[in-house]
């Protein structure tokens, strides 16, 4: 194995190579020209990222950097307006957090994001992760960034054979070892791209890799079965209602409560699924039109939608008429509902 010194520095040279092009990254070349990196879009990207993959974010991060260019922008947006265009990226407690944190920034640090890795873990919806990635990639703190690619790297390279998630201290203090003083921020985003790119969860590409010499997995052939993990319990089934009740065009929906699954989304009401909810919210001729699926982090869900025109006052929910509803602005399980239910409804 080779000092960390000299491992450090070999991937950085890949990475001067080899970065991936990214619309929140600054490249190393302009990094070394003095370009500095918005601690904005750092930081913006980073929570959308979380449980999400490049391809997924990308599209949705030019959406909120047009719509909202800075963190105080972001801070004075309509909550409404901010979930509707996180619709799809899932986890909408980041959504949620992400407000918090926008309007924390600008309420007590100034509008500027705290430099170091301490304070920013004082932020709304700011973990371990998140900021050391921010204190590393904006600030050039030489903090440890763990994501799930480093771990597949740090496995590899040091053969640890413990399981997932037994192995995550080891695992961060592994790459603790590597993080070099000189360019953290470059390093930090070096080895998640060697993660992403090179060290992959199938059929790593070893012999692009900078430290295919000094992988220990590597030279006792079991590159691939690194990390090992933990069998994951089998994740139950759940069932539920969706009423999706119209009148003369407009739609019944409901906001959700702040906490909870899918909190502060709009929806149809539901029938307790997720704890809550209730019975049909009016009166009409309710009529099954089918099943929607879907899957959440601990659960699958089965939802049986069922469509009515409701004329008598309604026990829940608000109007909504067609013109004003925007299907886009609802999460995925309803807009598969609403999917399901359009022809019903037209």
């Given at each position: ?81 901010v979930m509707g265009e996180w619709a799809g990226l899932g986890y909408y407690a ?104 090179i060290c992959t969860p199938r059929s790593p590409a070893c012999g692009l890799c ?137």
């Amino acid at each position: 194995m080779q000092d960390t010194r000299t491992l450090s520095q070999d991937l950085l040279a890949w990475y001067d190579r080899h970065a991936r092009v990214m619309a929140w990254r600054v490249s190393p070349q302009d990094r070394a020209a003095g370009l500095r990196p918005d601690p904005y879009r750092v930081w913006l990207s980073e929570v959308m990222l979380q449980q999400t993959t490049v391809a997924a974010v990308k599209d949705y991060f030019h959406r909120f950097t047009a719509r909202w260019p800075t963190v105080t922008a972001l801070a004075a947006a309509e909550d409404a307006q901010v979930m509707g265009e996180w619709a799809g990226l899932g986890y909408y407690a980041r959504a949620r957090n992400l407000l918090k944190c926008a309007r924390a920034v600008v309420t007590d640090h100034g509008g500027q994001f705290p430099t170091d890795r301490e304070r920013l873990l004082t932020l709304p919806g700011i973990g371990p992760y998140t900021a050391s990635a921010i204190a590393a990639i904006a600030f050039d703190e030489p903090a440890t960034v763990v994501d799930g690619n480093v771990e597949r790297v740090m496995s590899r390279l040091f053969l640890v054979e413990t399981p997932l998630p037994a192995a995550k201290p080891e695992l961060t203090a592994l790459a603790a070892s590597l993080t070099p003083s000189q360019r953290p921020g470059d390093y930090a985003q070096a080895v998640m791209d060697l993660g992403a790119t090179i060290c992959t969860p199938r059929s790593p590409a070893c012999g692009l890799c900078p430290w295919s010499q000094a992988c220990m997995a590597r030279a006792a052939g079991v590159q691939a079965d690194l990390p090992r993990k933990s069998p994951k319990p089998e994740k139950p089934t759940r069932r539920g209602t969706l009423w999706l009740g119209h009148r003369d065009g407009a739609m019944l929906l409901e906001r959700r409560p702040e906490k909870g699954l899918l909190g502060g989304m709009l929806g149809f009401p539901g029938d307790g699924w997720d704890g809550g909810g209730g019975p049909a919210p009016g009166d009409g001729d309710w009529r099954d039109i089918g099943e929607v699926r879907h899957t959440f982090t601990h659960f699958h869900l089965i939802l049986t939608v069922r469509t009515a025109r409701i004329d008598s006052p309604t026990t829940r929910g608000d109007w909504v008429a067609r013109a004003a509803f925007r299907p886009a602005d609802l999460p995925t399980v309803m807009r598969k509902a609403w999917d399901l239910a359009r022809a019903h409804l037209d």
